[in-house]
């Protein structure tokens, strides 16, 4: 072979806020492959960014979605059977994939094939890596272009991020129907892998896999870790001896922050930190809550800071929240928060979901509270602030070690070199970040985009 190996990895979301796809991609580009992510534009224009050595190519939605009729005909342009995928629901409106705010997070899915599935084949690649349930259907299709041309079908593998039959915030008539598409689709892929053994186990029993899936859980980076500029207690002009809660990750009722919140009646000394993607209804109602209960002083809103980044800026903080809501998948992993905190030497206060729970009892690592309780959430802090370096000594080297990226990948390259037989030249750990988008010109076909940024190097 006269160039890299090549995957291409597919996400239906905007890619620069998901952690577990960069760092995949980041991770296996600096292992010797030349790594693309294939994901939506938030504006009308083709654009590249890159992180690291990896590249991020992005698409603008093809039609209107407001208008399923418009969707059925660009499909039919195609040459996509729309009636098919329609009766099992997967062309909708927006609204009716995820309600509420999250809507933005997945696209329909036969948009997505029309969008993505002729460039990936265009790539040309060598794996295609489906990186959560959605992105079945798009891979599968681009496999079958790039056989169609006369190729081989390359080989797969499914990412499943979460339990979809867990998925709790999709309409049930929509999660019957991917439910149905995942098992359709998932034993025409040729290796599946996931969050937590749990989930692993799952997903084989109730897939009937004949392989056991490869878990590489959502840890931190090491090598490519950075010194934020800044902390987290000095951007919000707090002292030292003030304690500091904080929370980092997505808003949602089902993430339990309210507890916290209404927590700071009864932990007067206590701060709230809420580092948060963006604004949105949850996120007001949580300030008005703060606001009728007259600790807005002591609730303070941060935006999220550079994956790199994040265990810096929190190491001044004084605890660490997960408090996760009872819902099928927050019982079966650990999210990525829960080994940041550990790297940002931080004890953790977590709510009793199973998984998590269980960890974070058995490393004594912080206390557990009874979910969306106060007054039992109000025990677990205090404990917690009476002694920190009790479960800070929970934080040794070799537990640092495996929960991170680059231990949990060694998982993963070895799956990417069985299925293909390629392996890459590896380099050099490359900084993780991410550049700012270079705009396609218009006119200018895929593949000459793609030269431009492609590796000629060769494999080993």
Known sequence: MSRRPRAAMIVLNHVTNDSRVLKGAWYMADQG??????????????????????????????????????????LRRYGIKARNYARQGWIMTIGQVIPGPSSEILRPIGLAKIAMSEAIADFEPDLIHAQDFSALPVALSAARKLESRGGTRPPMIYDAHEFLPGQANLKRA?????????????????????????????LHENHNLAKH?????????????????????????????????????GIAPQRGIMVAVKSLTALPQHHLAIMAPG????????????????????????????????????????????????????????????????????????SDVKFLAAETRRLGMGEVFISED???????????????????????????????????????????????????????????????????????????????????????
């Open 33 to 74: 492959w030349d790594v693309v992510i294939f994901g939506w534009a938030p504006k009308s224009d083709v654009d590249h960014i890159d992180v690291g050595r990896a590249d991020i190519v992005r698409f603008p939605r093809p039609v209107n979605q407001r208008h399923p009729n418009r969707v059925i005909q660009k």
């Open 174 to 202: 929509i999660r019957r129907s991917l439910v149905a598409m995942e098992r359709s689709i998932i034993k025409q892929f040729n290796a599946v892998v996931t969050v937590s053994p749990k989930i692993a186990e799952m």
């Open 213 to 249: 899936p490869v878990v590489v859980q959502n840890d931190p980076v090491l090598a490519a870790s950075r010194i934020h500029p800044s902390d987290i207690r000095k951007d919000l002009g707090l002292a030292a001896d003030i304690p500091l809660m904080v929370y980092s990750g």
């Open 279 to 350: 604004e949105n209804a949850h996120l007001i109602q949580l300030t008005d809550k703060a606001a009728e209960l007259g600790v807005s002083d002591r609730v303070h809103v941060l935006p999220f800071v550079s994956n790199a980044e994040v265990t810096s800026y929190l190491k001044s903080a004084d605890i660490g929240l997960i408090m996760n809501t009872h819902h099928v998948n927050h019982e079966l992993s650990t999210p990525t928060k829960f080994s940041e905190y550990a790297h940002a030497n931080i004890p953790i206060v977590v």
């Open 374 to 460: 106060v007054e039992s959430f109000v025990e677990a802090v205090k404990k917690v602030s009476a002694d920190k370096a009790k479960y800070i000594a929970a934080y040794v080297p070799e537990f640092l070690q495996e929960r991170s990226w680059e231990a949990q990948c060694e998982r993963l390259v070895p799956l990417y070199q069985e299925l293909t037989g390629l392996h890459g030249i590896v380099q050099q750990p490359s900084v993780f970040k991410l550049s700012e988008p270079e705009i396609k010109p218009d006119g200018e076909n895929m593949k000459d985009f793609y030269t431009k940024f492609l590796s000629a190097e060769t494999t080993a």
